[in-house]
């Protein structure tokens, strides 16, 4: 993950050396929906494989001033069809999401969003919603925290420092990640049990009540989405429950909020979580839109995949303005897609 983390960011400096931002809009697009999870004040310095996940305040508000001066119009996720469909747009726009309902989304985000004018979709997992969701991510990270040694089928691993804890994280992450679902979430389980980890309490503390997210719904600058009933990658799992953890995750929020649901977003979104099948099962929904974490910005040819919508992660490893103006040039997607505007699968 290092050498990974070193090409990424070695990668993302060039983009901006060049100056990509301002001569790439062949790469740009019509515009950009960013991905965000945490919002929050910085963690301290040490073990934090997760770390990835968040941004703080701060880095938020550098996002709304580099994307002011590039000449994004920020615009609710309720636009993107007519921005696609319609005529090449004299600026380039750009959606906020917020994806599985943390509670410090409303906390830390919301005040800054607000005070520039700036609309923004949530998506909401009903069963963290609930208090009863896994956040199997955080197990992991969890028990290998608290643990001097990680054991895991054959693996022995030592995890005394932080540079030991991160290497049996990456083990044991990737090495869950690559089977069935099911098999990880019993794995993650078992070791943060044995850790001592409340496993329950997780999505309680993290995460919106409904309570809460109904009093957050009044806001018109908030959209709520669905993001399915409990988080699964709906890929790993057969049709009918993928079917299930789409229709139903629409139908809890909208009886929750007492208004329609009208976007959706696949837990992971990777393809080995979201494909084809998934993407019609979305549309079949009557979700307007549905957006993956495949990265990419958007171009008119998306209007006729607006169940496939790739998004921009803004990632919490690289929280600089010149990573962001890299990004937000298009050019190292274009790259990363082999000059495909619109991904193919």
């Known amino acids: 993950m290092a050498l990974k983390g070193a090409i990424i960011r070695a990668g993302l400096a060039g983009s901006d050396l060049i100056r990509a931002h301002a001569w790439a809009r062949f790469a740009r697009g019509r515009g950009v929906i960013l991905t965000f999870h945490h919002v929050r004040p910085a963690p301290s310095e040490g073990f934090a494989p997760n770390r990835l996940l968040e941004i703080t305040p701060d ?6 001033e580099t994307l002011d001066a590039l000449g994004f119009e920020i615009v609710p996720l309720d636009a993107v069809p007519d921005r696609l469909a319609g005529p090449e747009p004299e600026r380039p726009f750009a959606v906020l999401t917020f994806d599985d309902g943390y ?9 800054i969003l607000a005070r520039r004018g700036a609309p923004w979709t949530l998506f909401v997992t009903r069963d963290f919603a609930e208090g009863r969701g896994r956040f199997w991510w955080r197990e992991l990270e969890e028990a290998v925290r608290r643990a001097p040694r990680v054991r895991f089928a054959e693996l022995d691993l030592p995890a005394g420092t932080d540079r030991e804890k991160e290497r049996a994280f ?3 992450y990737w090495r869950l990640r690559a089977g069935p679902e099911h098999a990880l979430r019993e794995a993650t389980r078992r070791l943060a049990e044995a850790a001592g980890v409340d496993v329950a309490g997780a999505a309680r503390d993290a995460c919106l009540t ?3 997210l109904r009093d957050l719904a009044r806001d018109p600058a908030v959209t709520l989405g669905a993001h399915t009933l409990s988080h699964p990658m709906l890929a790993k799992g057969d049709e009918a429950t993928a079917r299930r953890e789409i ?14 649901v009208r ?4 837990p992971v979104g990777d393809p080995g979580s979201a494909g084809q099948r998934e993407f019609a099962l979305a549309r079949e929904a009557g979700f307007v839109t549905a957006v993956t974490t495949r990265p990419g910005h958007l171009f008119a040819a998306h209007a006729a995949r607006l169940h496939a919508l790739p998004r921009v ?9 010149g990573a962001l103006r890299a990004l937000l040039s298009g050019l190292p997607f274009l790259v990363w897609n082999k000059g495909r505007r619109v991904a193919s699968g």
């Not at 509670?103 to 005040?111: I, Y």
């Not at 229709?247 to 329609?260: Q, T, Y």
């Not at 992660?313 to 303005?321: D, K, M, P």
Request: hydrophobic share 45%; net charge negative.
């Open 59 to 64: 880095f938020l508000e550098t996002v709304l």
């Open 313 to 321: 992660s803004v990632n919490g490893l690289y929280q600089s303005a």
């Open 210 to 212: 409904f309570p809460e």
């Open 103 to 111: 509670r410090d989304n409303r906390d830390f985000a919301a005040p």
């Open 170 to 172: 990456e083990a044991l």
């Open 263 to 266: 976007h959706f977003a696949y």
């Open 247 to 260: 229709v139903e995750s629409r139908a809890a929020l909208e009886a929750e909020i007492g208004a329609p």
